[in-house]
């Protein structure tokens, strides 16, 4: 059995990934909330909860929630509405509380949402080129740490129904991506050990998932 705790578990693309992986039995997964009214979504996904504020409870408390975990997905985030303050304090600072919280608890396998635009984030105080650096800072962070990581950068966000096929490389044309087709491309992530030590940008394609992750690694 493998046991994946995803941060930020009662968003979109995390639900998403929840019922994706409890599908297969041999799959156990914790969603990290900060909102404990939040269980009933997440039992409905499949998963268990842990509750921590990722903003004001320690490394330590992050590690006693993911501990046992064989990888971590980081999918939380300050949201749409949240002013310029919350990237940093979410985007960033919770994303790098992770990295310490794995070195406490053993957990070696660690998956990061970035998004398109951190190679290069914007200078200046607009809230969105704030949120990319926010995203590149911590996204070098992981990787400049000794866990198996991969970071996954997908375009922009819908709701559409899934595709199932996708663009992935480290640098592809930008474009939209629904978010379930984001889980998709994050359960074949954490089934491959070869993605680890990788950044990858995804989008919509005409590539099968699974397809699309064999052609990076070969």
């Not at 960033?92 to 992770?98: C, I, P, S």
Request: with cysteine; net charge negative; charged share 25%.
């Amino acid at each position: 059995m493998s046991h994946i705790s995803i941060i930020g578990g009662h968003g979109t693309v995390a639900l998403h990934l929840t019922r994706i992986l409890t599908a297969h039995d041999d799959n156990e997964v914790t969603g990290v909330v900060r909102n404990p009214d939040h269980q009933e979504d997440l039992a409905k996904a499949g998963a268990k909860m842990a509750v921590v504020d990722l903003e004001n409870d320690t490394a330590e408390t992050l590690a006693g929630a993911i501990a046992g975990s064989d990888a971590v997905v980081f999918a939380a985030g300050s949201g749409p509405g949240s002013g310029a303050e919350r990237k940093w304090t979410v985007d960033r600072d919770g994303a790098v509380k992770l990295v310490e919280a794995c070195r406490i608890a053993d957990v070696n396998r660690y998956v990061m949402v970035s998004s398109m635009g951190t190679d290069d984030p914007p200078e200046g105080d607009e809230v969105f080129a704030q949120y990319l650096r926010a995203k590149a800072e911590a996204d070098q962070a992981l990787m400049d740490s000794d866990l198996a990581w991969t970071v996954v950068r997908p375009g922009g966000l819908t709701d559409d129904e899934p595709a199932g096929t996708i663009a992935l490389d480290r640098h592809v044309d930008r474009g939209e991506i629904p978010r379930a087709d984001v889980a998709a491309v994050l359960a074949a992530v954490l089934a491959t050990p070869a993605m680890a030590g990788r950044v990858v940008e995804v989008v919509g394609g005409e590539t099968p998932v699974a397809d699309a992750i064999s052609s990076h690694i070969s």
